[in-house]
């Protein structure tokens, strides 16, 4: 996951719970050139799961270094 180091540190575990309910474990391990305040920036396997995904908004709670 790509994120903006001055939100969220680097090496950080974040839960990223989705519109729906479902939440998912992902660790900051990157930053990201359009990756800026609030963003997160997320790896996925393929372009059709990166299509599927979509944009959307979450939450996210920082849940350990």
Known sequence: MAVDPSVIALGSTVEV????GSSFRAKAEDVGSA???SRLDLL???KRDAINFGRQTV???VIGD
């Open 59 to 61: 939450e996210v709670r």
């Open 35 to 37: 990756i800026k305040g």
């Open 17 to 20: 719970r989705l519109a729906d």
């Open 44 to 46: 996925v396997s393929s």
